[in-house]
């Protein structure tokens, strides 16, 4: 049995939280599950048992900063598992830690590895309370308690770039002049703020508008999905499907129901 639950941020916290969900489930023998980059960092809480990273063969931390990852991972599980995720916007890491946002691109950061004091007693109160709402009241207070709201000019115009990789563009010389920045101050100030660098990020976000698109329309042609996605052609998006997912496409519809965390 699986319990999934999605909990809307409040007011003050939206433009840097997308949501936080909840995730309940059992299995009585080892079973495997494999995540693909979405373009979003998060930090999640483990109040059950821990997951196996399989290529790692390490277990995942109890309470753990997620960078942007760059591709699939596989994951192993037994027993009880209980997770609470905090699905950070974009920018929205940057409003809450005070250091570059890249220096852990692909990287699982601890209050440990952080030093940070305040993060590690959220991790004790988390670990050991089993009410959720109650947890979600307490990230919720940690999270006001530390927004640092970003740099009103800044956050502008990564955000209006961020806008337009959503809807398709890909072009560094493009949204660097939609930004007012000369090329090389765009690449530094965005990966800064979003944790990757540009062409990273609009790569991710291509991807997961491909699954995106999957998901409303299953029967869509390969060479259409390509079309639409902005892929140069549809070896190009075979190649960036692989490289995310370890499947192509529609090895990817054989295994599971596309989903974007992205878009949806």
Same mark, same amino acid.
């Given at each position: 049995?699986?319990?999934f639950v999605i909990v809307?941020?409040?007011?003050?916290?939206?433009?840097?939280?997308?949501?936080?969900?909840l995730?309940?489930t059992?299995?009585?023998?080892?079973?495997?599950?494999?995540?693909?980059?979405i373009g979003m960092?998060?930090?999640?809480?483990?109040?059950g048992?821990?997951?196996l990273?399989?290529?790692?063969?390490?277990?995942?931390?109890?309470?753990?900063l997620c960078?942007?990852?760059?591709?699939?991972?596989?994951?192993?599980?037994t027993?009880?598992?209980?997770?609470?995720?905090?699905?950070?916007?974009?920018?929205?890491?940057?409003?809450?830690?005070?250091?570059?946002?890249n220096?852990?691109?692909?990287?699982?950061?601890?209050?440990?590895?952080?030093?940070?004091?305040?993060?590690?007693?959220?991790?004790?109160?988390?670990?050991?309370?089993?009410?959720?709402w109650?947890?979600?009241?307490?990230?919720e207070?940690?999270?006001l308690?530390?927004?640092n709201p970003?740099?009103?000019?800044n956050?502008?115009?990564?955000? @209006?770039?961020? +806008? %337009?990789?959503?809807?398709g #563009?890909?072009?560094? &010389?493009? $949204? =660097?002049?939609t930004?007012?920045?000369?090329?090389?101050?765009?690449?530094?100030?965005?990966?800064?703020?979003?944790g990757?660098?540009?062409?990273?990020f609009?790569?991710?976000?291509?991807?997961?508008? @491909?699954?995106? +698109? %999957?998901e409303?329309?299953? #029967?869509?042609?390969? &060479?259409? $999905? =390509?079309?639409?996605?902005?892929y140069?052609?549809?070896?190009?998006?075979?190649?960036?499907?692989k490289?995310?997912?370890?499947?192509?496409?529609?090895?990817?519809?054989?295994?599971?129901?596309?989903?974007?965390?992205?878009?949806?």
């Amino acid at each position: 049995m699986e319990e999934f639950v999605i909990v809307q941020p409040s007011p003050l916290l939206a433009p840097y939280i997308k949501n936080y969900w909840l995730l309940k489930t059992a299995s009585d023998s080892p079973t495997l599950e494999r995540t693909v980059p979405i373009g979003m960092m998060s930090l999640i809480f483990h109040r059950g048992n821990l997951l196996l990273s399989v290529h790692d063969k390490e277990l995942q931390p109890r309470v753990f900063l997620c960078g942007h990852e760059k591709t699939f991972a596989d994951l192993e599980y037994t027993g009880q598992i209980n997770m609470i995720s905090v699905v950070f916007r974009p920018v929205g890491v940057k409003a809450f830690f005070d250091f570059p946002i890249n220096r852990i691109n692909n990287l699982r950061v601890t209050a440990g590895d952080l030093e940070d004091k305040e993060l590690a007693e959220l991790e004790q109160s988390i670990t050991s309370t089993e009410d959720d709402w109650l947890c979600i009241f307490l990230i919720e207070q940690f999270l006001l308690k530390r927004l640092n709201p970003l740099a009103e000019y800044n956050l502008k115009r990564i955000a @209006a770039t961020i +806008r %337009l990789i959503s809807s398709g #563009q890909t072009d560094v &010389t493009l $949204l =660097a002049d939609t930004a007012c920045l000369s090329t090389k101050q765009f690449q530094r100030i965005f990966s800064e703020y979003v944790g990757s660098n540009p062409k990273e990020f609009s790569r991710t976000i291509r991807f997961q508008r @491909a699954l995106h +698109r %999957l998901e409303i329309c299953p #029967q869509i042609s390969l &060479t259409t $999905l =390509a079309y639409e996605c902005g892929y140069f052609d549809q070896s190009h998006m075979i190649k960036d499907f692989k490289a995310f997912s370890g499947y192509t496409p529609s090895e990817y519809l054989d295994v599971c129901p596309p989903h974007s965390d992205y878009f949806s």
